[in-house]
C-alpha cells in the first residue's frame, strides 16, 4: 500500500510541476504580448497626436499670415511666428516617432517637404506685404500654390494617420489574442491537474 502512494507521488509530483511550469510560461507568454502590443498602441496614439498638434500649428500659421496680410495689423504677426516655431518643434517630435517605419518615415519626409513649401510660400507673401509691393503680394496669393500645400500636408498627414489606425487595430487584435490563449492555457492547465 505503502508502494502505491509513493508511485502515485512519484507521478503526480512531476506532473504538478510541469503543469505549473506551463501555466507560469503561457500566463509570461501573454503578459509579454500584451505588454508589446500596449508600448504600439501608446506609439500609434502619440504619432496621431503629434500629427494633429502639426496640422492645428498649420492652420494657425495661415490665419496669422491672412490676417496679416489682409489687415497690415502687426499683431497677427505674433500667432503666426508663435504657430511656425510650434511647427518646426511639432516637426522635430514627428520626426523622432517615425524612425521605427521606413514607410512612416518616406510619409514623414513628403509631409515636411510640403510644410516647408507651405511656410516658404507664406513668408514670401509677409515679405512683399512688408515691403509695400501690394500687387506681388496679392499674386502669391491668387495663386493655387498654397491651397495644394495644405490639401497635400492634409493628405500626407492623413496617411500617418491611417496607418497608425491600422496599428491600433493589430494591437488590439493582439491583446485579445493574448487574453483568449491565456484563458485557454489556464482552462487546460486545471482540467491536467484535475486529472
Avoid at 489687415?71 to 514627428?94: C, F, I, K, W
Avoid at 485579445?176 to 489556464?186: D, F, N, P, T
Wanted: glycine share 6%; proline share 1%; hydrophobic share 40%.
Amino acid at each position: 500500500m505503502r508502494w502505491t502512494s509513493l508511485h502515485k507521488i512519484a507521478i503526480s509530483l512531476p506532473l504538478a510541476v510541469l503543469a505549473a511550469l506551463s501555466l507560469v510560461a503561457i500566463n509570461e507568454a501573454g503578459f509579454q504580448r500584451s505588454h508589446d502590443a500596449l508600448e504600439q498602441l501608446a506609439h500609434s496614439q502619440s504619432t496621431r497626436s503629434s500629427v494633429n498638434r502639426l496640422l492645428q500649428s498649420m492652420l494657425d500659421a495661415e490665419t496669422g499670415h491672412r490676417g496679416y496680410l489682409l489687415t497690415g495689423d502687426n499683431r497677427y504677426l505674433e500667432p503666426y511666428e508663435g504657430a511656425v516655431t510650434t511647427v518646426h518643434s511639432n516637426l522635430e517630435q514627428l520626426r523622432m516617432l517615425m524612425t521605427d517605419s521606413a514607410e512612416d518615415l518616406a510619409d514623414f519626409s513628403r509631409l515636411s517637404g510640403q510644410i516647408s513649401r507651405k511656410l516658404s510660400e507664406m513668408e514670401l507673401s509677409l515679405h512683399l506685404r512688408r515691403k509695400g509691393q501690394e500687387d506681388a503680394w496679392k499674386f502669391v496669393m491668387s495663386t493655387d500654390v498654397g491651397k495644394e500645400n495644405m490639401d497635400a500636408i492634409r493628405q500626407h498627414s492623413r496617411a500617418l494617420i491611417e496607418r497608425s489606425n491600422q496599428r491600433v487595430g493589430v494591437s488590439q487584435a493582439d491583446i485579445r489574442q493574448s487574453l483568449v490563449l491565456s484563458r485557454m492555457g489556464i482552462a487546460l492547465v486545471t482540467a491536467i491537474g484535475l486529472l
